[in-house]
């Protein structure tokens, strides 16, 4: 088993910055990456980014780049995602995940492991 906590969600004005960080313990030996999704609400839970657990490329959804990052701290089994100039069609839960499956996974039911989320509320 894997647990995931999120933590640093908010509320924050339109331009506005914030940290969402994901602690991750438990099985993380057989991880093979972590992600970060969103869901606003009555829509679906669209992916947000992607990292592996041991190093290899991120993935940043278009809706994004260039706006969010995606980092792990190993040492603290801990992943973030930093985001700036944050818009009002950024609010929604953010939710961290874990992926314990070879290859490259964009779909929220390919993932094994989910955080119980955090708000993002950003402001006009």
């Known amino acids: 088993q894997v647990q995931l906590v999120e933590s640093g969600g908010g509320l924050v004005q339109a331009g506005g910055s914030l940290r969402l960080s994901c602690a991750v313990s438990?099985?993380?030996?057989?991880?093979?990456?972590m992600g970060w999704f969103r869901q606003a609400p009555g829509k679906d839970r669209d992916f947000v980014a992607r990292i592996p657990w041991s190093g290899g490329s991120t993935y940043v959804a278009d809706s994004v780049k260039g706006r969010f990052t995606i980092s792990r701290d190993n040492a603290k089994n801990t992943v973030y995602l930093q985001m700036n100039s944050l818009k009002p069609e950024d609010t929604a839960v953010y939710y961290c995940?874990?992926?314990?499956?070879?290859?490259?996974?964009?779909?929220?039911?390919?993932?094994?492991?989910w955080g119980q989320g955090t708000q993002v509320t950003v402001s006009s």
């Open positions: 995940a874990a992926d314990e499956k070879f290859g490259e996974h964009f779909q929220a039911y390919e993932y094994d492991y």
């Open positions: 438990g099985r993380t030996f057989r991880m093979y990456a």
